[in-house]
């Protein structure tokens, strides 16, 4: 998942869009709320390690990465984000540019429509999103406001093609006490999430990257289907479940944001091991309008 902007849910990898201020409080970063009024949020974010749809590389890989949105009156957006593998030489090792559409549906549905591009530094460190290029992102959220519920597809194609539905349910909890002003305020937002999809971007990192498992060499990995290789990555299947935590400090124009997310990884196939793993991400980011 980038901050605030994409979301593998992934982090869920659906586009999180900036909210703007609706009074003196503004919606935390961890939401899928927007606002019809110009506004530029720009952002870093720290993370423990890269996920994309509910899988992780054979190297953990920690990351900072800074965000930049713009959202126009009239529900059009437009954002970019650089990404910094930590530990590793180039200064950028990913750029991601898109653009969308914010639209309602009364009162209690939202959605967005967007179109996002990755672009990867040659010498960049050799994460698992590398194999995907492309993403076009159709969500759409439903507040109950008991809870608020969101179902998001996202169509992958580049050097492979994916398609993935990800369900997710969170509860935004707002304590009324504030902390050193009359305009700051602590947030919660748990929430569950499940991704459902193929996973042909694994085949491909994979066949991509043979020095980055146990393998002599790429002539070394069976046909998919043969008996020794049984699993189909083009199989649609679940493939994350996950629990997450974010707790926000808020001011009018700015949030901090710590979150703890305890990911499931489930039908993992090809030669990636993945397993139960805790992420933490710290998130700042500042609105202007």
């Known amino acids: 998942m980038l901050l605030f902007t994409i979301g593998i849910s992934a982090n869920a990898a659906a586009v999180k869009l900036l909210p703007d ?38 190297i953990k890989y920690p990351f900072l990465s800074t965000d930049v949105i713009y ?41 967005t429509i967007s179109y996002t591009r ?7 460190a050799d994460v698992i999103k590398s194999a995907s290029s492309n993403d076009i992102n159709f969500k759409n959220s439903f507040d109950y406001k008991i809870a608020k519920t969101s179902v998001t597809a996202d169509y992958l194609f580049g050097k492979s093609s994916d398609f993935f539905l990800t369900f997710s ?12 002003t009359d ?5 919660f937002n748990p929430g569950i999430s499940a ?21 002599a060499e790429i002539g070394a990995i069976p046909p998919e289907g043969s008996p020794l290789r049984p699993y189909n990555n083009g199989r649609f299947n679940a493939l994350n479940y996950s629990v997450k935590l974010p707790v926000a400090y808020n001011r ?36 202007f309008f």
């Open 21 to 58: 201020i609706g009074g003196t409080r503004q919606a935390h970063p961890d939401t899928d709320t927007v606002f019809r009024k110009r506004s530029v949020s720009v952002g870093i974010n720290y993370g423990s390690d890269v996920q994309f749809f509910g899988r992780t590389g054979p």
């Open 71 to 111: 959202n126009t009156k009239t529900g059009f957006f437009i954002y970019g984000s650089a990404v910094k593998v930590l530990g590793y030489d180039p200064l950028v090792d990913e750029v991601d540019l898109g653009g969308g559409y914010f639209y309602k549906y009364g009162k209690f549905v939202s959605g």
């Open 118 to 124: 990755f672009l990867f530094m040659k010498t960049a």
């Open 169 to 180: 349910t969170s509860k935004y909890i707002e304590p009324k006490w504030t902390i050193f």
């Open 183 to 187: 305009d700051d305020y602590i947030s």
């Open 195 to 215: 991704i459902f999809g193929t996973q042909n971007f694994v085949g491909k990192y994979s066949r991509d990257h043979p020095n980055r498992f146990a393998l």
């Open 252 to 287: 009018p124009h700015y949030t901090i944001e710590a979150a703890w997310k305890y990911s499931i990884p489930v039908n993992v196939e090809g030669e990636l091991k993945n397993r139960h793993e805790v992420f933490f991400n710290l998130t700042f980011y500042y609105l």
